[in-house]
């Protein structure tokens, strides 16, 4: 079959195409004949070779999040799985590719009228989206502030906070038009990335969802109202520093709180529930699948360069 590699770490030109084995399913595990590929922030800082030192290598398959039809089932799985149509997840690799591994733990049905190029657009960024949330104890009728909304998962975050009756939906983004994007997928204030530039926004928010983090991340602890609760979920500026326990420490009497938030900590059979209704919602357009665009699996190095170019709104997708 044909697959991505990545052949030299840097820039995209190191992934090319080749021939590769077919994947065959372990126990417990099923193929996927893949119609379309995520391509995520994760992906790019692999290939720029940044977690080279934590077991990826050069002549991997990158790519982890998938959607097709499943074509075999390993020892264990029912049958019945073959010729349906799935999102999955395929772990550290192998997803750049047109058949991909997951364990049945790692796969959700697709709902009728719901394609493929949708699923991988909402199926991790609006299940990360949800727990995020929740994780911040987020009720109807508080502000929220989402830093780096232009994302999949910032743009999953701003429509769930927004149908989830949110007071106001604040968002951080880099140019008016993909703030005007943003109010469109029901953002309220769009600020820019220090999060200013709206004299109509809230000066504090009850809940801040970080996609971002990096140097300025305290300053946005500063934006908390009192019993405020913000969440790192992604680190797409570098990890916060560690002055953030001391702007939470310097406003003791605010009650702040301040938390990462990773879905590798929900429990699985909860996970994959919230994606079966996550993913259902997006088949009955209560939430959308923002397509940045649709390339052939042959041009993901075209994919990571506009991914590195920080031109992409909401998710790329390579179809198979
Ligand atoms: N917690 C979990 O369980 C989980 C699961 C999956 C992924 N993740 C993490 O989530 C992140 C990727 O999410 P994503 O795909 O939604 O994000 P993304 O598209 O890579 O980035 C989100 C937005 O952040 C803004 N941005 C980029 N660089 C910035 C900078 N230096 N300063 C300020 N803003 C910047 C950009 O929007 P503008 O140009 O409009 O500002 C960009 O569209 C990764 O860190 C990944 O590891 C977490």
């Given at each position: 079959?044909?697959?991505?590699?990545?052949?030299?770490?840097g820039?995209?030109?190191?992934?090319?195409?080749?021939?590769?084995?077919?994947?065959?399913?372990?126990?417990g595990?099923?193929?996927?004949?893949?119609?379309?590929?995520?391509?995520?922030?994760?992906?790019?800082?692999?290939?720029?070779?940044?977690?080279?030192?934590?077991?990826?290598?050069?002549g991997?398959?990158?790519?982890?999040?998938?959607?097709?039809?499943v074509?075999?089932?390993?020892?264990?799985?029912d049958?019945?799985?073959?010729?349906?149509?799935?999102?999955?997840?395929?772990?550290r690799?192998?997803?750049?590719?047109?058949?991909?591994?997951?364990?049945?733990?790692?796969i959700?049905?697709?709902?009728?009228?719901?394609?493929?190029?949708?699923?991988?657009?909402?199926?991790?960024?609006?299940?990360?989206?949800?727990?995020?949330?929740?994780?911040?104890?987020?009720?109807?009728?508080?502000?929220?502030?989402v830093?780096?909304?232009?994302?999949?998962?910032?743009?999953?975050?701003?429509?769930?906070?927004?149908?989830?009756?949110?007071?106001?939906?604040?968002?951080?983004?880099s140019?008016?038009?993909?703030?005007?994007?943003?109010?469109?997928?029901?953002?309220?204030?769009?600020?820019?990335?220090?999060?200013?530039?709206?004299?109509?926004?809230?000066e504090?928010?009850?809940?801040?969802?970080?996609?971002?983090?990096?140097?300025?991340?305290?300053?946005?602890?500063d934006?908390?109202?009192?019993?405020?609760?913000?969440?790192?979920?992604?680190?797409?500026?570098?990890?916060?520093?560690?002055?953030?326990a001391?702007?939470?420490?310097?406003?003791?009497?605010?009650?702040?709180?301040?938390?990462?938030?990773?879905?590798?900590?929900?429990p699985?059979?909860?996970r994959?529930?919230?994606?079966?209704?996550?993913?259902?919602?997006?088949?009955?357009?209560?939430?959308?699948?923002?397509v940045?665009?649709?390339?052939?699996?042959?041009?993901?190095?075209?994919?990571?360069?506009?991914?590195?170019?920080?031109?992409?709104?909401?998710?790329?997708?390579?179809?198979?």
């Amino acid at each position: 079959m044909r697959a991505v590699k990545i052949e030299r770490f840097g820039d995209p030109d190191g992934m090319v195409m080749a021939d590769v084995a077919d994947p065959s399913p372990g126990p417990g595990e099923v193929v996927v004949a893949t119609e379309a590929v995520g391509v995520g922030g994760v992906d790019a800082v692999i290939r720029r070779g940044t977690l080279a030192g934590f077991g990826f290598e050069t002549g991997m398959v990158p790519g982890s999040e998938v959607a097709g039809v499943v074509t075999a089932v390993g020892a264990g799985v029912d049958t019945a799985w073959v010729g349906r149509s799935v999102w999955a997840f395929t772990g550290r690799d192998g997803g750049y590719a047109e058949r991909a591994v997951a364990g049945l733990d790692d796969i959700t049905e697709l709902p009728a009228g719901l394609s493929a190029v949708d699923a991988v657009t909402v199926g991790s960024s609006a299940t990360v989206a949800h727990f995020a949330l929740a994780h911040a104890h987020f009720v109807p009728g508080e502000s929220v502030l989402v830093r780096g909304a232009a994302g999949s998962i910032g743009i999953s975050v701003v429509e769930l906070a927004s149908r989830g009756g949110a007071s106001t939906v604040a968002v951080t983004t880099s140019s008016p038009e993909r703030g005007e994007r943003l109010r469109e997928l029901g953002a309220t204030h769009v600020l820019d990335r220090s999060g200013d530039g709206d004299a109509a926004a809230p000066e504090r928010y009850d809940v801040i969802i970080d996609i971002v983090g990096g140097p300025a991340t305290g300053e946005f602890v500063d934006r908390l109202a009192a019993n405020g609760r913000m969440v790192v979920v992604g680190a797409v500026a570098g990890m916060p520093p560690a002055d953030v326990a001391g702007r939470l420490l310097a406003s003791f009497q605010q009650s702040r709180s301040f938390a990462t938030f990773s879905l590798d900590t929900i429990p699985v059979p909860a996970r994959n529930a919230a994606r079966a209704d996550l993913l259902a919602r997006a088949a009955k357009g209560d939430l959308h699948a923002v397509v940045h665009d649709r390339l052939p699996l042959d041009q993901a190095a075209e994919a990571h360069r506009q991914m590195d170019l920080g031109t992409v709104f909401g998710r790329i997708v390579l179809e198979a």
